[in-house]
């Protein structure tokens, strides 16, 4: 049976496929038409990717502009507030001393200004009270060794990133000296049978660190955080007073151990020199040393 809608179909199909190329060819061109109308209206950026012609189109980034360099600068710690607390608690540490060694603490000071340490009584009161002998031992430590590291690191000691470790340096240094002085007069004391000497000998140079202890507290804080010029100033006379005091030292020294031990004043500066003195510039030298490669 004859079927002309079967006909009519296979014709359309054959049409369709002959003008199928034209018509999708002309939707290229079309749609290339386009694109180039649409690139047409960015920024012509030879080798910039379609996000740069975007950033470059905006009115709110300056993208043309010529680039700015911004320097940071280093950033200086400042250690003043910590040592605010660190003398606080010093400061804080002196006041219980002297509240529970009050009694000490006074006859300390009489004792030094005393001129003859033979005729005085308190001498003996002040050697029979270990713990607050102890006790401000320490603290003269832990005072000079801070006044130290003011005082030779000035005025570059603001610019350590880390002053923790240089003043305890200090402090475990003197502790070690002293110790070892202590040491080594006690042994000396016993084998030449002058226990009785070296003790009084021990007596004042310990009575003379308590001074200073307490003394070089006051400067350490003026040279933290007073003005340079009144830091320098002040750095100065705390070291004449260390002098004074170590000159005193060893006057009063001599005076109660010439009778004794019938000592000869060149021996005796000779002692002063050479087990004193020499020891001292020796670990300072040092100590500069490490301290200007380390710091």
């Given at each position: 049976?004859?079927?002309?809608?079967?006909?009519?179909l296979?014709?359309?199909?054959?049409?369709f496929?002959?003008?199928?190329?034209?018509?999708?060819?002309?939707?290229?061109?079309?749609?290339?038409?386009?694109?180039?109308?649409?690139t047409?209206s960015?920024?012509?950026?030879?080798?910039?990717?379609?996000?740069e012609?975007v950033?470059?189109?905006?009115?709110?980034?300056n993208?043309?502009g010529?680039?700015?360099?911004?320097?940071?600068?280093?950033?200086?710690?400042?250690?003043?507030?910590?040592?605010?607390?660190?003398?606080?608690?010093?400061?804080?540490?002196?006041?219980?001393?002297?509240s529970?060694?009050?009694?000490?603490f006074?006859?300390?000071?009489r004792?030094?200004?005393?001129?003859?340490?033979?005729?005085?009584?308190?001498?003996?009161?002040?050697?029979?009270n270990?713990?607050?002998?102890?006790?401000f031992?320490l603290?003269?430590v832990?005072?000079?060794?801070i006044?130290?590291?003011l005082?030779?690191?000035?005025?570059h000691?603001?610019?350590?990133?880390?002053?923790?470790y240089?003043?305890?340096?200090?402090?475990?240094?003197?502790?070690?000296?002293?110790?070892?002085k202590?040491l080594?007069?006690k042994?000396?004391?016993?084998?030449?049978?002058?226990?009785?000497?070296?003790?009084?000998y021990i007596?004042?140079v310990?009575l003379?660190?308590?001074?200073?202890?307490?003394?070089?507290l006051?400067f350490?804080?003026?040279i933290?955080?007073?003005?340079t010029?009144?830091?320098?100033?002040?750095?100065?006379?705390?070291l004449?007073?260390v002098?004074?005091?170590?000159?005193v030292?060893?006057?009063?020294a001599?005076?109660?151990?010439?009778?004794?031990?019938?000592?000869?004043?060149?021996?005796?500066?000779a002692?002063?020199?050479?087990?004193?003195?020499?020891?001292?510039?020796l670990?300072?030298?040092?100590?500069?040393?490490y301290?200007?490669?380390?710091?």
């Amino acid at each position: 049976m004859y079927r002309p809608w079967l006909s009519y179909l296979l014709l359309f199909l054959i049409s369709f496929s002959i003008y199928s190329p034209v018509f999708c060819q002309q939707a290229d061109t079309v749609k290339e038409a386009a694109v180039q109308t649409d690139t047409s209206s960015f920024l012509q950026l030879p080798g910039v990717g379609a996000w740069e012609r975007v950033i470059a189109k905006s009115t709110n980034l300056n993208y043309k502009g010529k680039p700015a360099a911004l320097y940071a600068r280093s950033h200086k710690t400042d250690h003043t507030y910590l040592f605010f607390y660190l003398f606080a608690g010093i400061f804080l540490l002196l006041g219980i001393l002297k509240s529970v060694f009050s009694k000490y603490f006074d006859t300390l000071f009489r004792v030094f200004f005393n001129t003859s340490l033979r005729q005085s009584q308190l001498t003996d009161q002040l050697v029979q009270n270990k713990l607050a002998s102890l006790l401000f031992n320490l603290f003269f430590v832990i005072s000079a060794g801070i006044y130290l590291y003011l005082i030779i690191l000035y005025p570059h000691w603001q610019e350590s990133e880390n002053p923790w470790y240089p003043i305890l340096l200090f402090i475990l240094l003197l502790a070690f000296i002293y110790l070892v002085k202590f040491l080594a007069l006690k042994f000396i004391g016993w084998a030449t049978h002058t226990s009785a000497e070296t003790n009084i000998y021990i007596f004042v140079v310990f009575l003379i660190n308590k001074i200073a202890g307490v003394s070089l507290l006051a400067f350490s804080v003026i040279i933290c955080f007073a003005d340079t010029e009144i830091a320098q100033v002040t750095g100065i006379v705390s070291l004449i007073l260390v002098g004074l005091l170590f000159l005193v030292r060893y006057v009063r020294a001599y005076s109660l151990l010439k009778q004794r031990l019938h000592l000869n004043l060149l021996h005796f500066l000779a002692y002063v020199l050479s087990l004193e003195l020499l020891p001292v510039l020796l670990v300072y030298k040092t100590i500069v040393y490490y301290l200007s490669i380390n710091l």
